[in-house]
């Protein structure tokens, strides 16, 4: 089952190509930390990450945009209270710790929202009217089958390996390994292995004249976030810091 279903109850829908606009946009500014530390950059990264956090909140997942955001205040208030009295290789330590965390995490959730509100069909026909390569809608497709149903795979295996008493704290600890890591890998290949076989049985490697009954298009909404990010490139541009 993928992360977009039929009820899907946000406010806000775009178009899949926005939609992966922005998280490369999030990504390259803020993973990437491109425009390095200077101050039209910073501003730029924290616009981008309250957008993230905002189009995740309107999208239907309030919830996990409550968990995220107050994932990254507690890294940001260790980083600026904790940090600076610290030192030696613990301080050190903390401080990749943190620094990783507040750059990976508005990309991660800039993800995560990709994928929440995209179905594969959305995506395929998205692809297809922006005249991709097979070779690269194929992998998508399976890639956002695959993780939520890895998801779903892993939820099951927890749920398994608890009712037998399986877990860090127990005496059974010694076998997390065994019995959780191990059905995880083996089913994550064998789900993979499926779902292309099962891409490849719907069409996706036929003729690029597949139909397709997802409603995708440009609005309002997806021109704006559009225009937002050639405002951040732009803003680079304009002080030479590409």
């Known amino acids: 089952m993928n992360f977009a279903t039929a009820s899907y109850r946000g406010i806000l829908r775009l178009d899949p190509r926005t939609k992966i606009l922005f998280t490369l946009t999030v990504g390259a500014f803020c993973l990437t930390m491109l425009g390095g530390s200077g101050a039209a950059a910073t501003v730029i990264r924290s616009v981008l990450t309250a957008v993230s956090f905002v189009l995740l909140a309107v999208s239907g997942r309030p919830r996990s945009a409550m968990v995220f955001l107050l994932w990254f205040a507690l890294a940001w208030a260790a980083a600026e209270w904790v940090l600076p009295h610290v030192g ?3 301080g050190w330590f903390i401080y990749a710790t943190l620094g990783m965390t507040t750059q990976t995490l508005p990309s991660a959730v800039a993800s995560y929202w990709l994928l929440f509100t995209t179905t594969a069909g959305e995506l395929i026909a998205a692809l297809q009217r922006a005249r991709v390569p097979q070779s690269v809608t194929i992998p998508l497709a399976v890639m956002f089958r695959f993780f939520p149903t890895v998801v779903s795979e892993v939820r099951q295996i927890n749920d398994a390996m608890r009712m037998r008493g399986v877990h860090l704290g127990g005496g059974k600890a010694s076998e997390m390994f065994e019995y959780r890591v191990v059905p995880m890998v083996t089913n994550s290949v064998k789900i993979a292995d ?7 049985t719907r069409g996706l490697g036929a003729a690029p004249t597949r139909t397709s009954i997802a409603r995708i298009g440009f609005g ?9 990010c050639a405002a951040c490139f732009a803003a680079l541009a304009a002080q030479g810091l590409f």
């Open 220 to 228: 309002w909404a997806d021109w704006l976030l559009i225009a937002g």
């Open 88 to 90: 030696g290789f613990l």
């Open 194 to 200: 499926e779902l292309s076989q099962a891409a490849l």
